[in-house]
C-alpha cells in the first residue's frame, strides 16, 4: 500500500504482520532522511518527543495505531517519549540478541549430531565394504562384532544418555537460549545448550552444568512460554478496620490498576483469608501482570510500584496495623533513699 509523506515509500505487509521488529527497518531507514521535517523546535530547543502527526508523515493511520500501544504511555499522553523510545529499543535489541543466541546454538547442536550420525554411517559403510570386497572374513567380521558388544556393554549408560539427551533437544525441546526457567526451585536462565549438557545461568551469575539425560526426568518451568502470569501480595491491618475502610481500600485498588493498563490486567482479587489471634486481618492482593516473568527485573519493578502505592493508600486512609496492648508484670521492686526520695524500678 502506498503510505502518504515527503518521504513515500511501499509497504507490502498487512497491518496485523506489523509488529516491533518488522518496525524498525522503517524508522532507520526513514529517519535520517527525514529528521529536519520531523524534529520539532522551539527556539533552539529541541523537544523530546514524537507525535502522532509525525509519523504519519511515514505511515498509515492504521500502522500508527498499530505501533503506538507499543510505546509506554503513548496512548494515553498521544506522544512517544524519548525514554519509552529508548525503553523500546533495548527491548527489541534484546530479544533479537536472544533470537541470534538460540539460533546460534541449535545450530551447534545439530552439528554435533551430524558428526555423531556421520561416524556411525561410515563406520557401517566401512563394514559393508569390507563384506563385498571380500577382505573381511565371517571369522574376521565375527571378531570385530564381539568386541563392538563388548563396548558397547561397557558403555551402555552413555550410549542411553546420548540417545536421552538427543530425545530431550530435538523433540521435547522445553526451553530456548535465553528463557528463564525454574529447575529443582531454583530459577535459572539458560546460557547454552549442547547435546549432553545445558549450561543454566543462576541469579547470581553461577553457571550450572545440567545433563540433559537428567534434565530428561525432571519437571521444568518456562517462564517465556507462559501467557500473563499472576503475582500476590500479603497484606495484614488491623481487625479493627472498618468496613468502609475496608471498601475505600478496594476502591483505591480498583483505580490505581486501572490506570496501568500497560503494567496490570484489570481482573484483579482482594481476598480476606482470614482473622488471626482475634486482631490480624490478614488480605491477599492478586493481581495479574500483562506480560509473563521472563523479564523478571521488569516484574520486580512492577510489584515495587504496586507495594509502594498499597502504602500510600494506607496512610491516605489512615489504615494501619496495632499491636495489642501487652500485660506488663514487675517481678522485682528496689527502693533505696537518694535525697529523702525513693526510687522504684
Given at each position: 500500500?502506498?503510505?502518504?509523506?515527503?518521504?513515500s515509500?511501499?509497504?507490502?505487509?498487512p497491518?496485523?504482520?506489523?509488529t516491533?521488529?518488522?518496525?524498525?527497518?522503517?524508522?532507520?531507514?526513514?529517519?535520517?532522511?527525514?529528521?529536519?521535517g520531523?524534529?520539532?523546535?522551539?527556539?533552539n530547543?529541541?523537544?523530546?518527543?514524537?507525535e502522532?502527526?509525525?509519523?504519519?508523515?511515514f505511515?498509515?493511520?492504521?500502522e500508527?495505531h498499530?505501533?503506538?500501544?507499543l510505546?509506554?504511555?503513548a496512548?494515553?499522553?498521544?506522544k512517544?517519549?524519548?525514554?519509552?523510545?529508548?525503553n523500546?529499543?533495548?527491548?527489541?535489541y534484546v530479544?533479537r540478541?536472544?533470537?541470534a543466541?538460540?539460533l546460534?546454538?541449535?545450530?551447534?547442536?545439530?552439528?554435533?549430531?551430524?558428526?555423531?550420525?556421520?561416524?556411525i554411517?561410515?563406520?557401517?559403510?566401512?563394514?559393508?565394504?569390507?563384506?563385498?570386497t571380500?577382505l573381511?572374513t565371517t571369522?574376521?567380521?565375527?571378531?570385530?562384532?564381539?568386541?563392538?558388544?563388548?563396548?558397547?556393554?561397557?558403555?551402555?549408560?552413555t550410549?542411553?544418555s546420548?540417545?536421552?539427551?538427543?530425545?530431550?533437544v530435538f523433540?521435547?525441546?522445553?526451553?530456548d537460549?535465553?528463557?528463564r526457567?525454574?529447575v529443582?526451585?531454583?530459577q535459572m536462565?539458560?546460557?547454552?545448550m549442547?547435546?549432553?549438557?545445558?549450561?543454566?545461568?543462576?541469579?547470581d551469575?553461577?553457571?550450572i552444568?545440567y545433563p540433559?539425560?537428567i534434565?530428561?526426568?525432571?519437571?521444568?518451568?518456562?517462564?517465556?512460554?507462559?501467557?500473563?502470569?499472576?503475582?500476590?501480595?500479603?497484606?495484614?491491618?488491623?481487625?479493627?478496620?472498618?468496613?468502609d475502610?475496608?471498601?475505600?481500600?478496594?476502591?483505591?485498588?480498583q483505580?490505581?490498576?486501572?490506570?496501568?493498563p500497560?503494567?496490570?490486567?484489570?481482573?484483579?482479587?482482594l481476598?480476606?483469608c482470614?482473622?488471626?489471634?482475634?486482631?490480624?486481618?490478614?488480605?491477599?492482593?492478586c493481581?495479574q501482570?500483562t506480560?509473563?516473568?521472563?523479564?523478571?527485573?521488569?516484574?520486580?519493578?512492577?510489584?515495587?510500584?504496586?507495594?509502594?502505592?498499597?502504602k500510600k493508600?494506607?496512610?491516605?486512609l489512615?489504615?494501619?496495623?496495632h499491636l495489642?496492648?501487652?500485660?506488663?508484670?514487675?517481678?522485682?521492686?528496689?527502693?533505696?533513699?537518694?535525697?529523702?526520695r525513693?526510687?522504684?524500678?
Open positions: 500500500m502506498a503510505v502518504k509523506g515527503e518521504a515509500f511501499s509497504w507490502h505487509r497491518a496485523s504482520a506489523f516491533e521488529k518488522s518496525v524498525i527497518p522503517v524508522v532507520v531507514s526513514e529517519a535520517r532522511s527525514a529528521t529536519r520531523t524534529r520539532r523546535k522551539s527556539g530547543l529541541v523537544l523530546g518527543y514524537i502522532e502527526e509525525d509519523l504519519l508523515r505511515l498509515t493511520t492504521v500508527v498499530t505501533i503506538f500501544p510505546f509506554e504511555g496512548v494515553e499522553t498521544g512517544i517519549t524519548k525514554s519509552s523510545f529508548r523500546w529499543v533495548v527491548h527489541v530479544e540478541k536472544a533470537l543466541h538460540s546460534n546454538d541449535t545450530k551447534t547442536a545439530i552439528r554435533q549430531l551430524h558428526r555423531l550420525a556421520s561416524a554411517v561410515t563406520l557401517i559403510i566401512l563394514v559393508i565394504s569390507l563384506l563385498v571380500g573381511a571369522k574376521v567380521l565375527l571378531l570385530f562384532t564381539s568386541q563392538l558388544l563388548l563396548v558397547g556393554f561397557m558403555f551402555q549408560n550410549c542411553k546420548i540417545f536421552e539427551s538427543i530425545i530431550f523433540v521435547m525441546h522445553p526451553f537460549v535465553g528463557d526457567c525454574v529443582d526451585g531454583v536462565v539458560v546460557e547454552e549442547n547435546i549432553l549438557t545445558t549450561v543454566f545461568l543462576r541469579y551469575a553461577e553457571k552444568y540433559n539425560s534434565l530428561h526426568t525432571k519437571p521444568i518451568s518456562n517462564f517465556r512460554r507462559s501467557p500473563d502470569m499472576g503475582d500476590g501480595v500479603d497484606i495484614t491491618i488491623d481487625v479493627s478496620t472498618s468496613v475502610d475496608f471498601n475505600a481500600l478496594k476502591k483505591a485498588i483505580v490505581y490498576i486501572e490506570s496501568k500497560k503494567h496490570w490486567n484489570p481482573n484483579h482479587t481476598m480476606v482470614e482473622i488471626e489471634n482475634g486482631k490480624d486481618l490478614k488480605l491477599t492482593l493481581v501482570h506480560m509473563n516473568h521472563q523479564n523478571f527485573g521488569e516484574k520486580s519493578n512492577r510489584r515495587s510500584e504496586l507495594v509502594f502505592e498499597l493508600i494506607f496512610d491516605r489512615g489504615i494501619k496495623y495489642l496492648p501487652q500485660q506488663v508484670n514487675v517481678t522485682h521492686v528496689n527502693t533505696s533513699s537518694n535525697g529523702g525513693s526510687t522504684q524500678s
